[in-house]
């Protein structure tokens, strides 16, 4: 079976940094694309960055352009995600994602898409 496994998250003052990691195990076949959503209390999940299975382009939410850096190792085997100028508004459980893409195209179906058990992260003033 596919795991994903977050790690990295905790408690930070405003404008402090944490880094996230997702290592991921269990995958056969082609490459998958990996991101980080988030999901605060009574919101929706959101995604917040992904990395593509093949090229490495990344995409982030507008909300955290800039602060925000989502990057693979070399194996890539492990995702992390890079928060820096933390607001208490980032404050959500973080949640691990992959999934294979589609003609090229990362689409986070519901039906393939592998998630890990999510990790806190909170922000206070």
């Known amino acids: 079976q596919v795991r994903l496994v977050e790690s990295g998250g905790g408690s930070v003052q405003t404008g402090g940094s944490l880094r996230l990691s997702c290592a991921a195990s269990?995958?056969?076949?082609?490459?998958?694309?990996m991101g980080w959503f988030r999901q605060a209390p009574g919101k929706e999940r959101e995604l917040v960055a992904r990395i593509h299975a093949n090229t490495g382009s990344t995409y982030y939410a507008d909300s955290v352009k800039g602060r925000f850096t989502i990057s693979r190792d070399n194996a890539e085997n492990t995702v992390y995600l890079q928060m820096n100028s933390l607001q208490p508004e980032d404050t959500a459980v973080y949640y691990c994602a992959a999934v294979s893409p589609r003609a090229s195209i990362c689409t986070w179906a519901a039906h393939n898409t592998d998630w890990g058990q999510g990790t806190q992260v909170t922000v206070f003033s």
């Open positions: 269990g995958y056969t076949g082609s490459r998958k694309c």
